[in-house]
């Protein structure tokens, strides 16, 4: 049986790696052979998966960056107005920008959550 089309075989010095859009399966052994370009493929989005025969034994995939809660933001945005010595003002077009994206704001539609 074929791969499905959207696969690619990519052939490197050191093997045949399988490319599933941004999923990289590969073998320990190949893995070993070219663990920095495995690395440079990480870094630009892709998963790699490193297997064992047929069984995955590992995942190597970007680090995903910490996000900020709501309130710690308003924290350090007051921190901010305190260094600065001043609040910052918003420019009046993008806040009447903003007035009118919130006014036409339609309610989420949850019922396929349910």
């Known amino acids: 049986?074929?791969?499905?089309?959207?696969?690619?075989?990519?052939?490197?010095?050191?093997?045949?790696?399988i490319v599933d859009m941004a999923t990289i399966h590969i073998s320990e052994s190949d893995a070993a052979g070219d663990f920095a370009g495995?690395?440079?493929?990480?870094?630009?989005?892709?998963?790699?998966?490193i297997e064992s025969g047929k069984q995955p034994v590992a995942v190597l995939r970007a680090v995903t960056?910490?996000?900020?809660?709501?309130?710690?933001?308003i924290a350090l945005a007051e921190a901010r107005s305190k260094a600065l010595g001043y609040k910052p003002v918003m420019d009046a077009e993008?806040?009447?920008?903003?007035?009118?994206?919130?006014?036409?704001?339609?309610p989420r539609d949850t019922s396929a959550w349910d």
């Open 94 to 106: 993008f806040a009447a920008d903003l007035e009118e994206i919130v006014a036409k704001r339609k």
């Open 1 to 17: 049986m074929g791969h499905p089309s959207i696969w690619q075989l990519w052939t490197s010095a050191f093997g045949v790696m």
């Open 38 to 49: 495995l690395m440079s493929h990480v870094r630009a989005g892709t998963e790699v998966v």
């Open 65 to 73: 960056a910490p996000r900020r809660s709501i309130s710690e933001s």
